[in-house]
């Protein structure tokens, strides 16, 4: 009934940019936060980002001055513009929706989700 999708990740070299993008479907009725988590291999997966509906943000320190996430309350859909990308940026970047209250078509609901991931590489 709720489903996250996630676009925009691929291969790119030290130094380059990637656009990442989360759209939340369903009949969504609110939405308490989004953010982007990732996991490289054998790590623990880690906040990476986090946006509120009030547009207050959160940085990982690694990612702070490089990334930027942003997003659009109507659309269900928010976005993290990676910039200057590390090898250590590799990893599989999941979406998550934080306390997303919809309507299953004969209750109301509130519950976290998340997204299929998406493979971020970076090139040295």
């Known amino acids: 009934q709720v489903q996250l999708v996630e676009s925009g990740g691929g291969l790119v070299q030290t130094g380059g940019s990637l656009r990442l993008s989360c759209a939340a479907s369903g009949v969504i009725i609110s939405i308490n936060a989004m953010g982007w988590y990732r996991q490289a291999p054998g790590k623990q997966r880690e906040l990476v980002a986090s946006i509120t509906s009030g547009n207050s943000t959160n940085y990982a320190d690694s990612v702070k001055g490089r990334f930027t996430i942003s997003g659009d309350n109507a659309k269900n859909t928010v976005y993290l513009q990676m910039n200057s990308l590390k090898p250590e940026d590799t990893a599989v970047y999941y979406c998550?929706?934080?306390?997303?209250?919809?309507?299953?078509?004969?209750?109301?609901?509130?519950?976290?989700?998340w997204g299929q991931g998406t493979q971020v590489t970076v090139s040295s």
């Open positions: 998550n929706a934080d306390r997303l209250r919809f309507w299953t078509g004969a209750t109301y609901r509130t519950g976290d989700f």
